[in-house]
């Protein structure tokens, strides 16, 4: 036996130093007593677990590569789109205001998902809470019954009945309890359920909107192309308009500067003035037209909002301030997309005191519109716009215009004008326009 240890020492130190043992495979005593060598070395698992990563990211980079490529080949096709309509302006002007439609479509069922979610979201809250409350007495009785379960059986038929008693009444409420928490249980899931599906309901939206959205700037840019074919007069006129907003001091001052520089618009205006008796509402299926098909009288109770949320603060209300407001404030989500509602030239573009920017429409007839508290305005001077074309974008958060009425979110500030004075809106609203106020 010492001789078997003493060999075994022996060709394990020869092993160690990296020798062959004596005797290729050594006595069958000597191998007996040698361990086991591990068949797999500790090790031997992270060249597998690193091939398998990469693997991984490789397949990722390959996922990231083919959206990239989608996306892409959709951009490339949408831009071929934007060139064979390009020589249409009539055909590029129903893309814009049919895509401004669908935008503002989604936006809509955006909010109203969002609306569903908020009591969804409540009830879920008030369950939860059911359901601990509910926890806490289960899990008291159970330590009781626990505790009678652990106590010696009685020897005594008194206590036997005594046990038996109070098992009793306590059966009867865990049996409602239990029934209780079943209910809420299954009231829980239907609800998690209605939030998991609303929430899909909004990814969906939301993927449909971005590829909207994109097709909505490619138009928007390839219009401007078209209208920004004098790029001097252009500037031009910015520079003049920049110059009169300097010297107005009041947005009557600014509206009768701007309109004494634009005799053509006004002509136009004039002429559409006559025909408010005789409104041709079949003219505003016409994409192509160059002056409003209607008369902005004549419009009543007809135009959209031109941003979907809800109403802030209304025209005549207090401004907080000692004065009273002179247009409508609508409150909308972040970064919406606004329309024009009316046809109309662009007087004026840019920023304008404490309006920050400012967009003006000469309606025709000696009527003006005016949006205020935009991000980003994307029509130019002098272009003419159609009902529901867009014409701006909402900011991420309150703009300038928001100030007033102390609201978190964006804020559109839309005010009408009659021969530069503010007139009350609300009878150009249609109804299911003016009957979005917030609760």
């Not at 009539?90 to 814009?96: D, G, P, R």
């Not at 947005?251 to 005799?263: W, Y």
């Not at 974008?393 to 005010?415: D, F, H, I, N, R």
Request: hydrophobic fraction near 40%; include cysteine; aromatic fraction near 2%.
């Amino acid at each position: 036996m010492v001789l078997a240890l003493g060999a075994a020492a022996s060709a394990s130190a020869q092993t160690n130093s990296g020798e062959t043992p004596a005797g290729a495979a050594g006595p069958p005593a000597v191998r007996a007593q040698l361990p086991a060598a591990p068949s797999v070395s500790p090790t031997s698992d992270r060249p597998k677990a690193d091939a398998d990563a990469i693997k991984q990211r490789d397949q990722e980079l390959d996922a990231t590569r083919q959206k990239e490529r989608e996306s892409a080949e959709s951009q490339a096709k949408l831009r071929r789109e934007m060139e064979s309509l390009a020589a249409d302006r009539s055909a590029l002007n129903k893309q814009l205001i049919d895509t401004a439609t669908r935008v503002r479509d989604l936006e809509a069922s955006i909010e109203a998902t969002q609306a569903r979610l908020k009591p969804l979201d409540e009830q879920e809250a008030v369950l939860r809470k059911s359901l601990d409350e509910r926890r806490v007495a289960v899990v008291e009785i159970l330590a009781v019954l626990q505790r009678v379960g652990h106590q010696p059986q009685p020897e005594d038929a008194l206590q036997a009945v005594r046990t038996a008693i109070t098992l009793g009444g306590m059966v009867p409420g865990m049996r409602a309890e239990a029934d209780a928490l079943a209910g809420d249980l299954a009231d829980l899931t239907k609800i998690r359920k209605g939030i998991i599906g609303e929430h899909e309901r909004i990814a969906r939206d939301l993927d449909v909107l971005g590829r909207d959205q994109l097709r909505l700037n490619l138009l928007i840019d390839e219009r401007q192309k078209k209208e920004t074919a004098s790029g001097e007069a252009l500037e031009a006129e910015r520079v003049r308009a920049a110059d009169l907003a300097r010297q107005a001091d009041s947005l009557k001052s600014l509206i009768a500067k701007l309109e004494s520089g634009l005799p053509a618009a006004n002509r136009a205006a004039r002429t559409v003035e006559e025909d408010a008796t005789r409104p041709n509402l079949a003219a505003l299926n016409d994409p192509g037209r160059l002056t409003p098909a209607v008369a902005f009288a004549a419009t009543r109770g007809r135009l959209r909002w031109p941003v979907n949320g809800v109403k802030v603060s209304d025209f005549g209300t207090s401004d907080g301030l000692g004065g009273t407001q002179k247009g409508l404030s609508i409150g909308s989500r972040a970064n919406a997309q606004i329309t024009s509602p009316c046809d109309g030239w662009v007087v004026y573009a840019g920023t304008f005191r404490s309006y920050g920017q400012l967009l003006i429409l000469n309606a025709g007839g000696g009527y003006h519109v005016l949006l205020a508290g935009m991000e980003r305005i994307s029509v130019d001077l002098g272009q003419f716009v159609l009902t529901g074309e867009p014409v701006a974008v909402m900011g991420g958060g309150a703009q300038v215009s928001a100030a007033a009425t102390k609201s978190k979110q964006p804020v559109l500030y839309v005010e009408f004008r009659k021969d530069g004075t503010p007139i009350d809106p609300s009878p150009w609203w249609a109804t299911n326009e003016g009957e979005k106020v917030r609760g």
